[in-house]
């Protein structure tokens, strides 16, 4: 009997056992779709937006054109398209005065969570999820992800945000409204900051950025999924996640503030295509996504964002917990050949 495989990531320093003989189908996760509970008032759909602290920023439509505004006080506009709301119970919190954030950390090991916490809300349907929804509303989702970072980026205290979407009450979506969050933290998380430092001893040493070097490298495996002229999509070598992928874009770039109209509209379209091949392929699974990118000039040359997709198939028991090392029963092998089918379809 031929041996598991022992993977270790491009750019982490994280170990995967990819469990090539217990190897499960793709199709085996599929589940009996549990009813939706019944909600109580959803608190994100329109009419109930005084539920909800004033928005950090709407998108309207007037004369068929899209414009923003913000909420103060009691005010609410209604008829909105996308509406980006403070978390109610913020893990960062924005600075009660400026005087907080001369020194935010306050030794090696002890700070203040200052920062900011935004759920979006996609869209005024209640169930407008990226698979399903309209392009234009997708296309609408992205644009506001960038208009907030532009925005929360520009702060001086912060010095990341990562922008995230949890699906399904086991990923840790406690309203099923379709919607997603940012963070924006006082400094980098430990894995983007590990992504960027590997990234910087990759450029040193080859000269040319390690995510461009992915792009052409994986195109050529049975990991490869799809790609159009802005974006490829590949499951990682050394994937944690069953079914895990990655979509990255093909011109080099370190966030997403520099997308132009037809990158968005690239990304939206890839994002969507690939989430409902996933939701095809398994009966809407649980999942996470987050964008992980950089907001630190000195990055520019060798730090290139993408956005990783964790569908939620697998349970982190004992093992997991106590090593931080995983084990993957779907190889990214069987993963990208199933999604890349379930695209194709
Ligand atoms: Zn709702
Ligand atoms: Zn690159
Ligand atoms: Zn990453």
């Not at 009419?47 to 609410?76: C, W």
């Not at 169930?127 to 001086?156: F, G, M």
């Not at 004992?318 to 092998?333: C, D, L, Q």
Request: with cysteine; hydrophobic share 35%.
């Amino acid at each position: 009997m031929p041996y598991n495989e022992l993977r270790k990531d491009y750019l982490l320093n994280r170990w995967v056992v990819i469990a090539t003989e217990r190897a499960r189908r793709p199709t085996d996760f599929a589940r009996q779709k549990t009813e939706p509970a019944k909600t109580t008032t959803c608190p994100l759909c329109p009419g109930n937006e005084n539920m909800t602290p004033p928005a950090t920023m709407v998108y309207l439509r007037s004369n068929g054109e899209i414009h923003k505004d913000k909420e103060q006080g009691d005010f609410r506009h209604k008829n909105w398209l996308i509406r980006v709301i403070p978390n109610l119970y913020p893990a960062f919190a924005p600075p009660k005065e400026s005087a907080d954030t001369e020194q935010i950390m306050k030794s090696s090991n002890f700070g203040y969570a200052i920062g900011h916490h935004e759920v979006l809300i996609e869209s005024p349907n209640h169930t407008d999820h990226p698979a399903d929804v309209e392009l234009p509303q997708l296309i609408r989702l992205v644009n506001a992800y960038k208009d907030r970072l532009n925005d929360i980026s520009a702060k001086p205290y912060v010095r990341y945000v990562q922008i995230f979407r949890n699906h399904g009450l086991e990923a840790g979506a406690s309203l099923s409204h379709a919607h997603s969050q940012l963070i924006a933290s006082p400094f980098v998380p430990t894995t983007v900051n590990q992504e960027q430092e590997a990234s910087k001893t990759y450029f040193t040493d080859h000269k040319t950025c390690v995510f461009c070097d992915l792009i052409k490298q994986e195109t050529r495996t049975q990991r490869f999924i799809a790609d159009n002229a802005h974006f490829t999509v590949f499951s990682p070598y050394a994937s944690v996640h069953p079914m895990e992928f990655w979509i990255i874009p093909k011109r080099h770039s370190m966030n997403i503030l520099s997308l132009t109209a037809e990158e968005t509209e690239a990304f939206a379209k890839t994002l969507k295509s690939t989430l409902k091949a996933l939701k095809n392929l398994i009966n809407d699974p649980p999942y996470n996504f987050g964008i992980h990118l950089s907001l630190n000039k000195e990055n520019h040359d060798y730090y290139h964002w993408h956005l990783e997709v964790y569908p939620h198939l697998a349970i982190w028991a004992g093992f997991e917990k106590s090593t931080a090392m995983y084990i993957n029963t779907v190889t990214p092998e069987t993963a990208a050949q199933e999604l890349k089918k379930a695209l194709n379809a």
